[in-house]
């Protein structure tokens, strides 16, 4: 098979059969916002709105919701997820992996050449449009 989207080396992906292109990096970024916008909300209205704190609900958050669900509240808002690079759901082990290099915030701004992060890298995971 050929002619498939970078990323997908021309595959079928185990979790559908189709194609899955790559998630832009601005639904990404807007992804983000948006889950980073509900953890300060979060901390503001019940843990003083400590920056540690808003860093922590963040972590939790992504972390439960990436390792139950695929994606974020930012991620289904856009309409992107992430997948194991053989195209399934990320489980507990990649979501943890994903969310500490994430918290770190240098992972995420360093890419390769397919565009995904050094938080995906690691975690064997890539950001997809769903």
Do not use: Q
């Amino acid at each position: 098979m050929s002619g498939g989207p970078a990323g997908t080396k021309g595959r079928a992906m185990p979790d559908g059969g189709a194609h899955v292109a790559n998630a832009p990096l601005g639904r990404r970024l807007v992804a983000l916002g948006i889950d980073w916008g509900i953890a300060s909300v979060i901390s503001y209205a019940f843990l003083d709105y400590h920056p540690l704190a808003s860093l922590g609900v963040f972590a939790l958050m992504t972390y439960l919701l990436v390792a139950t669900l695929g994606c974020t509240i930012g991620h289904r808002i856009l309409g992107i997820g992430v997948r194991g690079l053989e195209g399934g759901l990320p489980g507990p082990v990649r979501a943890a992996v994903r969310t500490v290099a994430l918290c770190l915030a240098f992972p995420p701004v360093i890419t390769g050449p397919d565009g995904r992060g050094l938080h995906d890298m690691w975690a064997k995971t890539r950001i997809v449009r769903r």
